[in-house]
């Protein structure tokens, strides 16, 4: 993957698509540029049986990878207490320092909290209609059991492929369910080359070398 030189902010474009990267973690935003021609799979697990989804929009791909980093902050504590599935949240400058047309949605990538070790995630970006959320936010599940709270440690993350669009839900369990599912395909996407060799950035090897 080729790196575009640093700006303060903006589209460092390419033939091949773009890619935002962005640091929050005490720096202003900076960006790189990358060719990110990526596969999507026509259909999605649903209750044992494979069904047909629409493709993502092509904005999203289009600006995929996305590499951010950023503090984490407290959420609505939800995640835990309700969901039993916990999150990382992005303070509203990481959210506000997304490009404007990355569109909502679930979406699936890598993580890492301070200097540890790259983990699965899942990822929402929106207003989560569910509950109505009147603020943009950013929540990341780590597919990865953590000991204790990592409240003011830099989560670093590259989103890489796209799930599904934002969209409401008539119960809670309908919502855990959906989360599970959304859990469970990045895991199966995550696996594929195109996506693995993303774990090895150099982007996660900085962090760990400051």
């Given at each position: 993957?080729?790196?575009?030189?640093?700006?303060?902010?903006?589209?460092?474009?390419?033939?091949?698509?773009?890619?935002?990267?962005?640091?929050?973690?005490?720096?202003?935003?900076?960006?790189?540029?990358?060719?990110?021609?990526?596969?999507?799979?026509?259909?999605?697990?649903?209750?044992?049986?494979?069904?047909?989804?629409?493709?993502?929009?092509?904005?999203?791909?289009?600006?995929?990878?996305?590499?951010?980093?950023?503090?984490?902050?407290?959420?609505?504590?939800?995640?835990?207490?309700?969901?039993?599935?916990?999150?990382?949240?992005?303070?509203?400058?990481?959210?506000?320092?997304?490009?404007?047309?990355?569109?909502?949605?679930?979406?699936?990538?890598?993580?890492?909290?301070?200097?540890?070790?790259?983990?699965?995630?899942?990822?929402?970006?929106?207003?989560?209609?569910?509950?109505?959320?009147?603020?943009?936010?950013?929540?990341?599940?780590?597919?990865?059991?953590?000991?204790?709270?990592?409240?003011?440690?830099?989560?670093?993350?590259?989103?890489?492929?796209?799930?599904?669009?934002e969209k409401n839900f008539d119960s809670l369990d309908a919502l855990i369910s959906a989360i599970q599912e959304d859990i469970e395909e990045a895991k199966r996407q995550l696996d594929l080359p195109e996506h693995l060799k993303l774990k090895e950035d150099n982007f996660f090897i900085c962090q760990k070398a400051k």
């Amino acid at each position: 993957m080729r790196r575009g030189h640093v700006h303060s902010g903006g589209w460092a474009g390419g033939a091949g698509g773009a890619v935002w990267l962005a640091d929050l973690s005490g720096s202003s935003p900076v960006v790189g540029s990358a060719p990110c021609g990526r596969r999507w799979r026509a259909a999605q697990r649903h209750g044992g049986l494979w069904a047909p989804v629409p493709p993502p929009p092509r904005m999203a791909m289009r600006q995929l990878p996305y590499f951010c980093r950023g503090e984490v902050v407290k959420g609505f504590g939800r995640g835990s207490k309700e969901l039993g599935i916990p999150t990382a949240n992005f303070s509203e400058q990481v959210v506000e320092s997304f490009p404007s047309d990355i569109p909502t949605g679930i979406y699936y990538g890598w993580a890492c909290v301070g200097n540890g070790d790259v983990h699965k995630m899942v990822l929402s970006i929106g207003w989560n209609p569910f509950y109505k959320n009147t603020k943009k936010s950013v929540e990341t599940h780590i597919i990865h059991t953590f000991k204790e709270d990592f409240y003011g440690e830099i989560l670093s993350i590259v989103i890489t492929g796209y799930i599904r669009p934002e969209k409401n839900f008539d119960s809670l369990d309908a919502l855990i369910s959906a989360i599970q599912e959304d859990i469970e395909e990045a895991k199966r996407q995550l696996d594929l080359p195109e996506h693995l060799k993303l774990k090895e950035d150099n982007f996660f090897i900085c962090q760990k070398a400051k």
